[in-house]
């Protein structure tokens, strides 16, 4: 009996926990969505202003450039991170030596990375890539006094982010690739296939949805992070982003420099309002259809076709 009632007590209090949490983030979404879809008309419809770059007077931002801003970072960030995450959890996964000390130093290395500050990455963004990485590009083009390359700039502010947000892609492919049974690799081999033939047609499509799953959460965490677009090219900019080479605006940013903003400009909090729910929201619309990937029928298990 007392065991029995340990057991109905921890799972009463589990429960409560998950229902605690649930309701948290479903409350956390009803209250940024009641205080700021009155306030949509009016932030769409709004002229974009000068200001100067003070953050207090730039009140008035049409949403839309800063969206296309915040869609290029990230697609220019999955086409860098999507590729390195992949290939590192294939190598990780299917063809290292657990006993190896590569794979072991190689994995040491990805924690580690999971541990940084966001902040850290910014300052390592601002003087590995825009310094040295950029500064070799200008020198290279022939006209180091210019700075085409060597400033702060989507691609760089993109390229930090992917490397921010590796740890998370590879950790997730890498356990979507072990979750493939063994009978399906056997049963391959047996009929004659090949090493590579077996990982990418029996191994890489049963894998594909818990990876996607796992790229699709590293994305909407990163279309949030602010810290280091400090350091790697985001600006207070009315227009849309034209060049790889040149400052963008994004929508995180911009709520972050709304949010620093003097109290008695409060003109600014219904952008303020807007920025945050969507940003969510558009979080919570990614983790949403990565849990349906996580639900599908390859990703439990059953497994796809075998087509040769």
């Excluded at 982010?161 to 356990?175: D, G, K, Q, R, Y």
């Excluded at 009315?238 to 109290?263: G, I, K, R, W």
Aim: proline content about 7%.
């Amino acid at each position: 009996m007392n065991r029995r009632r340990v057991d109905r007590c921890f799972g009463g209090i589990t429960g409560m926990v998950a229902l605690a949490l649930a309701a948290l983030g479903i409350g956390l979404m009803l209250l940024l969505g009641a205080v700021a879809v009155p306030h949509l008309p009016e932030i769409i419809g709004q002229p974009a202003a000068g200001g100067g770059g003070d953050p207090a007077m730039l009140h008035q931002q049409r949403l839309l450039p800063l969206l296309l801003g915040t869609a290029a970072r990230t697609v220019l960030m999955s086409l860098v991170l999507v590729p390195a995450g992949v290939l590192t959890a294939v190598y990780l996964a299917e063809y290292a030596q657990p006993e190896a000390w590569a794979p072991r130093v190689l994995r040491a290395g990805i924690h580690a990375l999971a541990a940084v500050p966001g902040v850290v990455f910014g300052m390592v963004g601002l003087g590995f890539l825009v310094g040295v990485v950029g500064g070799a590009l200008d020198r290279f083009a022939g006209d180091p006094q210019v700075g085409v390359w060597g400033r702060p700039a989507l691609v760089w502010a993109s390229v930090t982010l992917a490397w921010m947000s590796l740890p998370v892609v590879v950790e997730t492919s890498e356990e979507a690739l072990r979750s493939v049974p063994r009978t399906l690799r056997s049963a391959a081999v047996a009929l004659g296939a090949t090493r590579w033939q077996v990982l990418l047609r029996v191994v890489l499509p049963n894998a594909l949805p818990g990876m996607a799953a796992g790229i699709l959460r590293a994305l909407g965490k990163a279309a949030g992070e602010v810290a280091p677009l400090l350091f790697t090219g985001a600006v207070i900019a009315p227009s849309a982003v034209t060049a790889l080479n040149a400052p963008f605006p994004d929508l995180a940013f911009e709520a972050f420099m709304q949010s620093m903003a003097p109290a008695e400009a409060g003109v600014g909090r219904p952008f303020l309002r807007v920025a945050l729910w969507v940003l969510v929201f558009g979080a919570l619309m990614l983790n949403a259809v990565a849990a349906l990937l996580r639900r599908s029928p390859v990703s439990k298990g059953q497994g796809a076709p075998m087509t040769w």
